[in-house]
């Protein structure tokens, strides 16, 4: 049984930071790829970022340079760093596999507003 427990999210104004964390834990191998992905209202999840077990990372064109993900392999703890948070990236956020398991953790709100 795994379990995604993501926290960390709130509301901040345009230009803020926020640092979402997803603790991981059951059957699920410190070895995989992680990423969070998000979904905006009235839209599909979208990828945002992952990382492997070595600490490459990826980002998505619209977070890049803003974001940065990072993991502790010991802790099976993946972390989203946010930075210049805009009001499009108003979203829960979900972290899971990359690719993604069918289980998913209930997500952090991130709202950025004024």
């Known amino acids: 049984q795994v379990q995604l427990v993501e926290s960390g999210g709130g509301l901040v104004q345009p230009g803020g930071s926020l640092r979402l964390s997803c603790a991981a834990s059951g059957s699920i191998s410190r070895l995989n790829a992680m990423a969070w992905y998000r979904r905006a209202p009235g839209k599909q999840r979208e990828w945002v970022a992952a990382t492997t077990s070595g600490g490459s990372t990826i980002y998505a064109d619209s977070v890049k340079g803003r974001f940065t993900i990072s993991r502790d392999n010991v802790k099976n703890t993946v972390y989203l760093q946010m930075n210049s948070l805009k009001p499009e990236d108003t979203a829960v956020y979900y972290c899971?596999?990359?690719?993604?398991?069918?289980?998913w953790g209930q997500g952090t709100q991130v709202t950025v507003s004024s």
């Open positions: 899971n596999q990359s690719p993604p398991l069918r289980v």
